[in-house]
Each structure stands twice: as C-alpha cells, then as structure tokens.
C-alpha cells in the first residue's frame, strides 16, 4: 500500500511561491506508468485537481492554473513536488498528494491514494 | 470543464436508515467515468467508488453507486455510525477532472 506525506511551510506571503514536497513510500515513482499529482481544497469553493507527473518527467496540468505550476520529481529521493508561483488569499487551501489509479493496462484520473493533506495559508 | 451538482447538500439520518445522495453533471459523463469519495473531519478523502459502481478494495457492500450520462448516485443501505461523513462525487472522463461540492450525512 502506498503512502504519500506532504511537507512544506504552512504560511506564504502574497506574491512569493508555495513550495510543496510529497514522499512517497511503498511504491516508486518511477515506475512506468503511474501518475502523481497534487490536489487542494478551499473551504469555500471544495476540491481541485492541480496536475499530475508521470514518467518522472511528463507533466500535465489544470488550465486555470498552467501558468503558476510546476510540478517535478526527484526519483533518488522518492519524492515529487509542486511549485505555485505569485500566490495570493485565493490559494489558502489544504494541499493534498494524490496517487491515480492505474490497472493493469491503463491508468485514470481518480485517486487511491492521499496524504494526510497540508494547510498553506497566504498571508502577509 | 464539466460541472458537478451534489444534492441534497446536507442528508440528516438515523444509523441504519437508507442514505441516497445525488450527483448531476452539466454535461454528459464519458464512459461512466464517475468517482466516489468519503471524507472524515480531518482526513483526507478516501476513495469509495469508481467506474460508477464499482466498489474500491476493502469499502463494504453497503456502498453502491449507479447512474450514467449526466445522473449517478450513491446509496448506503444501512447507514453505520461511522458512515456520517461528508461525500464527494468526481468526474474524470473529461480534462479537466472535476468534483462536486459534497453532501455532508449527519446524525439526526
């Protein structure tokens, strides 16, 4: 079973970047074929998928936040991160890493697998 | 993107009562490619159903979904103590994947 946990600063200042790290264990992320992704929640506006790398270096994203996010993968730490630029009040919200689901033969965009989730709060 | 309407918003019940909850797209669902999650106060969402009606490993019977196109749903037979909870619905059959807005099941 596959475990993911977040970690990063929980407070941001407006304009600056929100760096995120997920570690993964039980499983690697370079392995062929899986997909890795970040996925936050707002209180008042619910869940919303970031994007997602696979293949340690494919990367697709939301197009209504393309422009801001990076994500990225270090396979010798086993980890995957996010990078939001020029962040403002909007992007408080929990911070989730999620795992896709992929059966043998194919791979879908719903989640198996969550961190606990963090809370990133922008604030001056 | 396709949008997800959840209804009702909150479904107050007693434990072993029937739960139905609702989930309506704004446009047609491919390939009946509709999630289900529970979410604990606290705790990530924890995946229930996918595929419309296909149970996750280890989610009890009591847990169904149904539905295509644009109506799914998702029925609890027998509401547990540990099933008041809040339910997401999800579509990924189009890109962006989206999620609705949750109906809370609370204690009545």
């Known amino acids: 079973q596959v475990q993911l946990q977040e970690s990063g600063p929980g407070l941001v200042k407006p304009s600056q970047t929100l760096s995120l790290t997920c570690t993964v264990s039980g499983g690697s992320i370079s392995r062929d074929g899986y997909y890795w992704g970040w996925i936050r929640q707002h209180p008042e506006t619910g869940l919303e998928w970031i994007g997602y790398?696979?293949?340690?270096?494919?990367?697709f994203y939301n197009p209504s936040l393309k422009s801001r996010v990076t994500i990225s993968a270090d396979t010798s730490k086993n980890q995957f991160s996010l990078r939001l630029n020029s962040v403002t009040a909007a992007d408080t919200a929990i911070y989730y890493c999620?795992?896709?689901?992929?059966?043998?033969?194919?791979?879908?965009?719903?989640?198996?697998?969550w961190g606990q989730g963090t809370l990133v709060t922008v604030s001056s | 993107e396709i949008v997800l309407t959840q209804s009702p918003g909150t479904l107050s019940l007693s434990p072993g009562e029937r739960a139905t909850l609702s989930c309506r797209a704004g446009q047609s669902v491919r390939g009946r490619h509709l999630a289900w999650y529970q979410q604990k106060l606290g705790q990530a969402p924890r995946l229930l159903i996918y595929g419309a009606s296909t149970r996750a490993t280890g989610i009890p019977d009591r847990f169904s979904g149904s539905g295509s196109g644009t109506d799914f749903t998702l029925t609890i037979s027998r509401l547990e103590p540990e099933d008041f909870a809040v339910y997401y619905c999800q579509q990924y059959g189009s890109s962006p994947g989206t999620f609705g807005q949750g109906t809370k099941v609370e204690i009545k």
């Open positions: 999620v795992k896709e689901y992929c059966s043998p033969s194919n791979c879908y965009a719903f989640f198996d697998s």
């Open positions: 790398i696979y293949n340690s270096e494919s990367t």
